[in-house]
């Protein structure tokens, strides 16, 4: 399939699930294309913009989803066409197609910038809790994460802080001392998050893994830092993000391989209208599928 798409010269991506499998696949099927008369490329995380623009002009390019994704992302982002490395989209061949488009379907991949940053607010707002009470100055909605400030809660915060107005446009107080209230009586350490090397680190509450690269938005990262006494990092502002969902439901041609793909048929023809087709193994399976226990 690879092959057959490249002949139209408007370039074929392989997409597999980190930089080793890209990089192993390329070397070794590399050969076979060449022979075949294609080039291939190779987008690996430390290339410069020249590099990629070269392998991605070729035949076929050997890429994981997330350098990939965050390329698109970047090419939008770019203030003249020299910046662009990226081709108008032919063919794409997904490897462990299930893993990226159903498991990782929803999951936004952001490029952010950072924004300032007042410290001494999220520092402030974090003190202010402990003269708070529960369902006397805030009630707490757990099945949305939320917190709801009462008009006594209010009151008291304004007292605190010697202000009038804590909505005030000019200068709000109001979403760092919601954020401090959400970082005390929603977020736990040990449950949601950990501190490893005075840092915060989120913890996915599906799968129990530690994800480093993952920041809460809207300053809850920050109130969770203050909360822990910790230094606050600045603000992220989301500059462009798109999920895989979106990203490969742009390719005019889509398709991909798994071991796993026939339990997620009905997804993969709703969603992205691709069929699921079995190929029999070359000699019977001697396996026994037992029910799940």
């Not at 080793?20 to 913009?49: C, E, P, V």
């Not at 020299?82 to 893993?99: A, G, H, K, M, Q």
């Not at 952001?110 to 410290?119: A, G, L």
Request: aromatic share 10%; glycine share 4%.
């Amino acid at each position: 399939p690879a092959c057959l798409n490249a002949l139209t010269g408007q370039g074929v991506h392989i997409v597999t699930v980190n930089n080793y499998l890209a990089s192993r696949d390329q070397l070794s099927m590399g050969q076979i294309y060449r022979l075949l008369g294609f080039d291939t490329g190779l987008i690996q995380d430390n290339m410069s913009k020249i590099e990629r623009k070269k392998n991605y002009n070729t035949d076929i390019t050997y890429v994981t989803n997330y350098e990939l994704t965050f390329d698109f992302l970047r090419d939008n982002m770019a203030l003249n066409l020299t910046d662009v490395v990226l081709r108008p989209f032919n063919y794409c061949i997904i490897d462990e197609i299930d893993s990226i488009l159903i498991d990782e379907a929803q999951t936004p991949l952001i490029i952010s910038d950072n924004v300032e940053t007042p410290v001494d607010k999220y520092i402030i707002a974090s003190e202010i809790t402990e003269y708070l009470e529960l369902n006397i100055h805030y009630e707490v909605d757990e099945k949305n994460k939320n917190i709801v400030l009462t008009d006594e809660g209010s009151r008291q915060i304004e007292k605190i802080l010697r202000i009038q107005d804590l909505y005030d446009p000019r200068d709000p107080w109001i979403p760092y001392v919601i954020n401090a209230i959400k970082a005390n009586a929603l977020f736990f350490n040990n449950v949601h998050y950990i501190v490893q090397k005075n840092r915060i680190v989120i913890v996915d509450e599906f799968t129990g893994r530690i994800m480093p690269d993952r920041r809460w938005g809207e300053g809850l990262h920050q109130a969770i830092e203050a909360k822990e006494k910790l230094s606050i990092r600045p603000r992220t502002e989301t500059q462009a993000s798109i999920t895989y969902q979106n990203f490969f439901l742009m390719y005019p041609k889509l398709s991909g391989m798994t071991g796993t793909g026939k339990t997620s048929e009905i997804e993969f023809e709703k969603i992205y209208n691709l069929i699921v087709e079995v190929i029999p193994t070359y000699r019977p399976t001697k396996r026994l599928d037992l029910p799940d226990l």
